[in-house]
């Protein structure tokens, strides 16, 4: 398994600005991914963030607006640029492990209003 | 087009009950089946998962039933607490992708 933490694990923003994410794993993985999850619904998948390459990210979401670091095996963020309202939801930072089933892990989530 | 159909939407049962929550997909290339489980407020846990090479799979209280000819999985939670009272989603991966596709959730409430 992993061990995920996510920061912070939430904030309230005003419309217009930029939220950076933090995520942290306490083991070495190759693939991190991230999602967002509205009240009541179901997991997307924003992007996949893999070290040493661009971030790969999904239909309906843009490098612009989610820029992604992935500067080394254990770490990522996710900003969410010039906010508006509806980018008010969970976002969730994801690993894959390597070995055995490779089972998909989620943190904490950071839950992110934005008036 | 949603390719893993979760049901129901929500689930009421009371404590000592059976909980099901169905899924069935649509590409028969999917080789590996999680279920997660995700309390308000924290991020979905890995509960517990199947291969098709099985067609069921006990842990604890929770089991998966899997029929690959009906494309269909389920979870049952045998003698249900109100400690499991969480959304609970099921998934799907394979077909050359190590993406999974989730369901919508099941929201369960287990009355004490």
């Known amino acids: 398994s992993a061990v995920i933490s996510q920061k912070p694990s939430r904030d309230i923003c005003q419309r217009g600005t930029s939220l950076t994410i933090q995520c942290q794993v306490d083991s070495q993985v190759t693939m991190m991914f991230w999602y967002r999850q509205q009240p009541g619904q179901s997991l997307t998948l924003i992007a996949t963030?893999?070290?040493?390459?661009?971030?790969?990210?999904e239909s309906g979401f843009v490098i612009d607006k989610f820029p992604i670091s992935r500067p080394n095996l254990t770490f990522s963020t996710l900003t969410v640029s010039n906010m508006s309202p509806e980018d008010s939801s969970i976002y969730l930072c994801s690993v894959r492990t390597s070995g055995g089933y490779n089972e998909q892990f989620f943190g904490p989530g950071t839950r992110l209003t934005v008036l | 087009q949603q390719q893993v159909k979760q049901s129901p939407q929500s689930l009421i049962v009371q404590k000592g009950g059976i909980s099901i929550i169905n899924c069935a997909y649509e590409n028969t290339a999917f080789d590996y089946f999680p279920w997660y489980q995700q309390f308000p407020g924290k991020g979905p846990a890995l509960l517990i998962a199947i291969r098709p090479d099985v067609s069921e799979k006990k842990e604890g209280r929770f089991t998966i039933s899997f029929n690959k000819s009906a494309k269909q999985f389920s979870l049952h939670i045998m003698d249900s607490q109100p400690g499991d009272s969480a959304t609970y989603f099921c998934?799907?991966?394979?077909?050359?992708?190590?993406?999974?596709?989730f369901g919508r959730g099941t929201s369960l409430i287990v009355h004490p």
């Open positions: 998934a799907a991966r394979g077909g050359g992708s190590y993406i999974p596709t």
């Open positions: 963030a893999n070290q040493g390459s661009e971030a790969t990210y």
